[in-house]
T-cell receptor, first 115, second 115 residues
Framework: GDSVTQMEGPVTLSEEAFLTINCTYTATGYPSLFWYVQYPGEGLQLLLKATKADDKGSNKGFEATYRKETTSFHLEKGSVQVSDSAVYFCALSRHGSSNTGKLIFGQGTTLQVKP | DSGVTQTPKHLITATGQRVTLRCSPRSGDLSVYWYQQSLDQGLQFLIQYYNGEERAKGNILERFSAQQFPDLHSELNLSSLELGDSALYFC??????????????FGQGTRLTVV
């Protein structure tokens, strides 16, 4: 079945460091890919998405490129801030009328940014 | 604020009991999804309703059931509760019932503790 694998955390960085969180997926066809972020005590918020191969999603300085050849959707940010500390989830959703929009999530990666 | 409202925020109950979690989707959204977030299982899709009808089922136990009412709010009923049911339960809503491009908006979750 479909699955998403993320790098294990926690990831601890200093402010202004470069961030990469790896995400790979297994799915038949060409799913849509998402990054969600969960701040402490809150629900999940969509950070960015990409719906087809080679699409780049971006938001708030974060970027991820849909790579079909490596089945990956790695999250990057050039300079992290303390306020970026959160749990990040990679997820996929199938396309097509027979698919329902349910999300399949990776296990989440905790990011801690120190001043 | 995602526009998705979940109540209650916290729930503590004893083993063997039954509880009901409530979700009000964003205005105009027809789909409601329920997810369970636990430390050992991560974020798991439970069930989806679209405009009052069950649309998809995931890893939902037989002791759990859900429904979506004519006003589109949804309830998740958990019965014969066990310690292992302790988790954060999220509701999400989206406009459509199909996958891919439709963004899902998440509520803040109900934290269930079974003692």
């Amino acid at each position: 079945g479909d699955s998403v694998t993320q790098m294990e955390g926690p990831v601890t960085l200093s402010e202004e460091a470069f961030l990469t969180i790896n995400c790979t997926y297994t799915a038949t066809g060409y799913p849509s890919l998402f990054w969600y972020v969960q701040y402490p005590g809150e629900g999940l918020q969509l950070l960015l998405k990409a719906t087809k191969a080679d699409d780049k999603g971006s938001n708030k300085g974060f970027e991820a490129t849909y790579r079909k050849e490596t089945t990956s959707f790695h999250l990057e940010k050039g300079s992290v801030q303390v306020s970026d500390s959160a749990v990040y989830f990679c997820a996929l959703s199938r396309h097509g009328s027979s698919n329902t929009g349910k999300l399949i999530f990776g296990q989440g990666t905790t990011l801690q940014v120190k001043p | 604020d995602s526009g998705v409202t979940q109540t209650p925020k916290h729930l503590i109950t004893a083993t063997g009991q039954r509880v009901t979690l409530r979700c009000s989707p964003r205005s105009g959204d027809l789909s409601v999804y329920w997810y369970q977030q636990s430390l050992d299982q991560g974020l798991q899709f439970l069930i989806q309703y679209y405009n009052g009808e069950e649309r998809a089922k995931g890893n939902i136990l037989e002791r759990f059931s859900a429904q979506q009412f004519p006003d589109l709010h949804s309830e998740l009923n958990l019965s014969s509760l066990e310690l292992g049911d302790s988790a954060l339960y999220f509701c999400a809503s989206s406009v459509g019932g199909a996958g891919g491009h439709t963004e899902a908006f998440f509520g803040q979750g109900t934290r269930l503790t079974v003692v």
